[in-house]
């Protein structure tokens, strides 16, 4: 079965010491769930993180990594790097990095690839545009998007894919994809792997919804059938918001 996810992208946020307190705040207030819990703490953080949280259950992933294993690539980090401190869970392909640091579904398939390879998992993240949803395009561009990264993937390489979808309207902005527009979008996900590899593969995957979940709406978006947690930006900043998301798995 599916595992339940809540996972926090911290993106560029929080120094060493707000780190610090944030994750012991989190660790202290954690309650009991069946639910994978995850951060996302920047990258000069996450050795810090892992070791703070050794006795948690809460995981560290990584935001980002590069597709090749080493070499001229200033500013990048490998997978190895990543396992090597441990962190085996990456979030690939996120609609900031595709936004403003022009990772296209090409160079997004390459890192699905490389990470897999490693042995990280990969949290792959994709969702339409604003303009995309008022011309009714979102479906076949959600659908291109994962054939474009994922398709391509052997069946058995995706018992290390988690999927995340984030319309980028809702990234933000504080206005959610209602629970319907969703469960909606999910089971359209799921219905797309199916006929790509087979059911049972499809509702082994677990799907995340990602865009401006709060306390208020997370219970609700969490009780669709098809959405199995969120990846949570703004509110993962603030242990008592991050953990009523926790709760409401
Ligand atoms: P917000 O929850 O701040 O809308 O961010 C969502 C997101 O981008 C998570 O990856």
Same mark, same amino acid.
């Given at each position: 079965?599916?595992?339940? $996810? ?70 990048? $980090? ?41 042995? $990280? ?129």
């Amino acid at each position: 079965m599916r595992s339940k $996810i809540v996972a926090g992208n911290w993106k560029m946020n929080k120094t060493l010491e707000q780190t610090e307190t944030l994750l012991a705040e989190l660790s202290a207030k954690l309650p009991d769930t069946d639910a994978e819990v995850m951060v996302s703490p920047t990258y000069v953080n996450l050795t810090g993180a892992v070791r703070s949280l050794e006795s948690s259950k809460i995981e560290v992933i990584a935001q980002n990594m590069h597709f090749a294993e080493s070499g001229a690539y200033t500013g990048e $980090i490998s997978a190895e790097m990543l396992l090597n401190i441990g962190v085996d869970t990456a979030i690939i392909g996120h609609s900031e990095r595709r936004a403003y640091f022009g990772e296209t579904d090409e160079i997004l398939a390459k890192k699905v690839v490389a990470a897999l390879a490693k042995g $990280i998992r990969v949290m792959f993240c994709f969702g339409e545009e604003l303009e995309d949803r008022q011309s009714g395009k979102h479906f076949k561009l959600v659908e291109s998007q994962l054939r474009n990264a994922l398709f391509s993937l052997d069946a058995s390489a995706w018992s290390k894919i988690i999927l995340a979808y984030e319309p980028v309207w809702a990234i933000g902005t504080g206005e959610t994809a209602s629970p319907e527009q969703a469960q909606e979008m999910h089971a359209f996900i799921r219905k797309t792997i199916g006929e790509a590899y087979n059911t049972a593969l499809a509702n082994g995957v677990s799907i995340l919804y990602g865009g401006s979940v709060k306390p208020a709406n997370a219970e609700e978006i969490f009780s669709k059938p098809d959405v199995d947690g969120g990846l949570i930006g703004g509110a993962s900043l603030v242990a008592d918001d991050f953990v009523a998301i926790i709760k409401a798995i």
